[in-house]
């Protein structure tokens, strides 16, 4: 049997094409390695989707799955392995079996750089975040810290220094990998602090809340006190399914206006894509996007 089209991962990109390729009557799967609603199953606390003043993530996540089920949209529990790109048809394989299909939407989402600390998990959303647009708001007026020496890390910074009391940016380096303008605009901040040559060397904790980072500079350890600590380290590749498929130098798949990759009847859409905003909201419209065009096309 050969579907229309085969959607890899089933958060909110590759529900939100799977809504619209079923409703349209396709024939199609979703492939998802893990549970249904992937990042959002790890967010506390979402308060910038609309519809929903606050909603904790799994919550958002069992809703997205109940409304596959409404519409009856195939999932199988499965990992996708591979990609074959034919003129006449995609086969995926994964750990469990072989597909074949006209149309493959990848939608499978990045994997954020961790730094692997002791007590790091326990505290992700109890004062570890990864993402300053999301999480930002629930530090007004507060003191946190930002990890790392990148754009992204200086941007959040900046972003952060908003509404937070005091932000200090805690880079490695002795220079930030950043566009001079954003950094000049970091600097001009008065409650933006730069510690370099900085390195985080432990979490601390009360009641299952971060309350202080240990960092080192220059053999010398500094115990600073936080309400919230924003990791910035950078994303991990997650698109090896198919060799040919063309991204940018950190691995973000490259996509046109409609989402179709450099490969014909291969589209990608949501957090694995090279883009500016990496949100709920740009992934499911995102996925919206991929399938409208699969369905002007057949
Ligand atoms: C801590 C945190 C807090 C956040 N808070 C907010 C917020 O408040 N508001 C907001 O708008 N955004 C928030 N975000 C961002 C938001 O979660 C993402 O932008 C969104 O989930 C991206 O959706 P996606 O479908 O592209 O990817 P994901 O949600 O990552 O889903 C990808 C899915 O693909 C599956 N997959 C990957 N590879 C394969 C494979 N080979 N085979 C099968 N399945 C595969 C994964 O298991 C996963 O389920 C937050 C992110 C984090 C990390």
């Given at each position: 049997?050969?579907?229309?089209?085969?959607?890899?991962?089933?958060?909110?990109?590759?529900?939100?094409?799977?809504?619209?390729?079923?409703?349209?009557?396709?024939?199609?799967?979703?492939?998802?390695?893990?549970?249904?609603?992937?990042?959002?199953n790890t967010i506390s606390t979402i308060e910038n989707y609309l519809g929903f003043e606050s909603i904790?993530?799994?919550?958002?996540?069992?809703?997205?799955?109940?409304?596959?089920?409404?519409?009856?949209?195939?999932?199988?529990?499965?990992?996708?392995?591979?990609?074959?790109?034919?003129?006449?048809?995609?086969?995926?394989?994964?750990?469990?079996?072989?597909?074949?299909?006209?149309?493959?939407?990848?939608?499978?989402?990045?994997?954020?750089?961790?730094?692997?600390?002791?007590?790091?998990?326990?505290?992700?959303?109890?004062?570890?975040?990864?993402?300053?647009?999301?999480?930002?708001?629930?530090?007004?007026?507060?003191?946190?810290?930002?990890?790392?020496?990148?754009?992204?890390?200086?941007?959040?910074?900046?972003?952060?220094?908003?509404?937070?009391?005091?932000?200090?940016?805690?880079?490695?380096?002795?220079?930030?990998?950043?566009?001079?303008?954003?950094?000049?605009?970091?600097?001009?901040?008065?409650?933006?602090?730069?510690?370099?040559?900085?390195?985080?060397?432990?979490?601390?904790?009360?009641?299952?809340?971060?309350?202080?980072?240990?960092?080192?500079?220059?053999?010398?350890e500094k115990n600073i006190k936080v309400d919230g600590c924003f990791v910035f380290i950078g994303s991990?590749?997650?698109?090896?399914?198919?060799?040919?498929?063309?991204?940018?130098?950190?691995?973000?798949?490259?996509?046109?206006?409609?989402?179709?990759?450099?490969?014909?009847?291969?589209?990608?859409?949501?957090?694995?894509?090279?883009?500016?905003?990496?949100?709920?909201?740009?992934?499911?419209?995102?996925?919206?996007?991929?399938?409208?065009?699969?369905?002007?096309?057949?």
């Amino acid at each position: 049997m050969k579907y229309d089209c085969i959607i890899i991962g089933a958060g909110p990109a590759g529900v939100g094409a799977a809504i619209y390729l079923q409703r349209a009557n396709r024939k199609i799967c979703i492939i998802e390695k893990n549970v249904p609603g992937g990042k959002l199953n790890t967010i506390s606390t979402i308060e910038n989707y609309l519809g929903f003043e606050s909603i904790n993530g799994p919550d958002l996540a069992l809703n997205l799955y109940k409304q596959m089920n409404k519409l009856n949209i195939e999932l199988k529990n499965e990992e996708a392995l591979s990609i074959e790109a034919l003129p006449d048809k995609k086969i995926v394989k994964t750990n469990k079996g072989k597909y074949e299909s006209d149309f493959v939407i990848l939608a499978t989402g990045r994997k954020i750089k961790k730094l692997h600390l002791k007590d790091e998990e326990t505290l992700e959303g109890r004062g570890i975040s990864y993402c300053a647009v999301c999480d930002g708001p629930l530090y007004k007026n507060k003191e946190v810290v930002v990890i790392g020496g990148g754009t992204s890390a200086v941007q959040e910074a900046i972003h952060l220094a908003d509404f937070c009391k005091k932000v200090t940016i805690i880079n490695k380096n002795n220079l930030f990998k950043v566009e001079h303008t954003i950094l000049e605009k970091a600097e001009a901040k008065e409650n933006i602090n730069i510690l370099y040559n900085a390195k985080i060397k432990e979490y601390k904790k009360e009641k299952d809340q971060l309350t202080h980072v240990v960092v080192t500079i220059d053999n010398k350890e500094k115990n600073i006190k936080v309400d919230g600590c924003f990791v910035f380290i950078g994303s991990e590749e997650q698109t090896k399914l198919l060799a040919n498929l063309v991204t940018d130098e950190k691995g973000y798949i490259l996509c046109d206006d409609r989402m179709q990759t450099s490969v014909d009847k291969i589209y990608a859409c949501g957090d694995n894509i090279k883009k500016d905003v990496y949100q709920i909201v740009t992934a499911a419209a995102e996925g919206a996007v991929a399938a409208l065009d699969i369905l002007k096309r057949r």
